[in-house]
């Protein structure tokens, strides 16, 4: 598919990436998210069933998988 992004002549390809979500004002990280990704500016498409798979994964707030270290830029 086409990159949606105008001017831009790349392509989406199917890619695992590590999502971010910020709830209750935590980051939120959920690894190996299927999505669109285009190969040219990066631009990241999610279909509607992942982010419903999502937002259930929030709402059970079970533990996660793991941590990961958080830093500030500024
Ligand atoms: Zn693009």
């Given at each position: 598919?086409?990159?949606?992004?105008?001017?831009?002549?790349?392509q989406?390809?199917?890619?695992?990436?590590?999502?971010?979500?910020?709830?209750n004002?935590?980051?939120?990280?959920?690894?190996?998210?299927?999505?669109?990704?285009?190969?040219?500016?990066?631009?990241?498409?999610?279909?509607?069933?992942?982010?419903?798979r999502?937002?259930?994964?929030?709402q059970t707030?079970?533990?996660?998988?793991?941590?990961a270290?958080?830093?500030?830029?500024a």
């Amino acid at each position: 598919m086409n990159c949606t992004i105008e001017g831009c002549p790349g392509q989406y390809e199917e890619r695992q990436i590590a999502h971010t979500v910020r709830r209750n004002g935590q980051v939120v990280v959920i690894d190996h998210v299927p999505a669109e990704v285009c190969s040219v500016c990066g631009d990241v498409l999610l279909k509607p069933d992942t982010v419903r798979r999502i937002e259930a994964l929030l709402q059970t707030a079970s533990e996660p998988a793991g941590t990961a270290p958080l830093y500030e830029y500024a």
